[in-house]
T-cell receptor, first 116, second 109 residues
Framework: GAVVSQHPSRVICKSGTSVKIECRSL??????MFWYRQFPKQSLMLMAT?????????EQGVEKDKFLINHASLTLSTLTVTSAHPEDSSFYIC????????????FGPGTRLTVL | GQNIDQPTEMTATEGAIVQINCTYQ??????LFWYQQHAGEAPTFLSY????GLEEKGRFSSFLSRSKGYSYLLLKELQMKDSASYLC??????????FGAGTTVTVRA
């Protein structure tokens, strides 16, 4: 099956610093990548959708200047949390799809972010 | 947008069967997915339904009725490792997934 990796799996940072999370599709070309956030005991909430080579589309309430998304190639997307604060602490999960409308989304293993 | 409802928790005995129901209201239906998520891990794909009927995959089956906005996931011959959260997700015509809050299944010996 399709494999999606995420790095790092866990990160702890100080308030005010920026953190970059990488999402890679290892054995397929991901024309679309999705970024989700999940707080404890809650479901996944879509933050943004990115297509290779174009700007990301952000969901309502998600600050695009705070959560920078780059989808530079068909196998790599990055999410940078800028000037992180404790309320940004969460489980960030990416998913990738070859065909957004017709194909299954395959999820990465997630990144646990803790902001002190 | 989507409005997806599923029970919060279910408990069952090892070897038994459990059915997790999911109801949804959608502005543009393009498929329903079930994912399994263990604590602290990302969701893993279980099943996909886009047409009415039952899809069977080993111990797991999923059913869809589009006219009723209803799906269920059936887990048979429960094993301890099946203890997890099960997420119902609906895809819209733009390709976006909306997730239910998840059903935590606890399997007891």
């Amino acid at each position: 099956g399709a494999v999606v990796s995420q790095h790092p799996s866990r990160v702890i940072c100080k308030s005010g610093t920026s953190v970059k999370i990488e999402c890679r599709s290892l054995d397929f070309q991901a024309t679309t990548m999705f970024w989700y956030r999940q707080f404890p005991k809650q479901s996944l909430m879509l933050m943004a959708t990115s297509n290779e080579g174009s700007k990301a589309t952000y969901e309502q309430g998600v600050e695009k200047d705070k959560f920078l998304i780059n989808h530079a190639s068909l196998t790599l997307s990055t999410l940078t949390v800028t000037s992180a604060h404790p309320e940004d602490s969460s489980f960030y999960i990416c998913s990738a799809s070859h065909d957004r409308v017709a194909d299954t989304q395959y999820f990465g293993p997630g990144t646990r972010l803790t902001v002190l | 947008g989507q409005n997806i409802d599923q029970p919060t928790e279910m408990t069952a005995t090892e070897g038994a069967i459990v059915q997790i129901n999911c109801t949804y209201q959608t502005s543009g239906f393009n498929g329903l997915f079930w994912y399994q998520q263990h604590a602290g891990e990302a969701p893993t794909f279980l099943s996909y339904n886009v047409l009415d009927g039952l899809e069977e995959k080993g111990r797991f089956s999923s059913f869809l009725s589009r006219s009723k906005g209803y799906s269920y996931l059936l887990l048979k011959e429960l094993q301890m490792k099946d203890s997890a959260s099960y997420l119902c997700a609906v895809r819209d015509t733009a390709g976006d997934l909306s997730f239910g809050a998840g059903t935590t299944v606890t399997v007891r010996a």
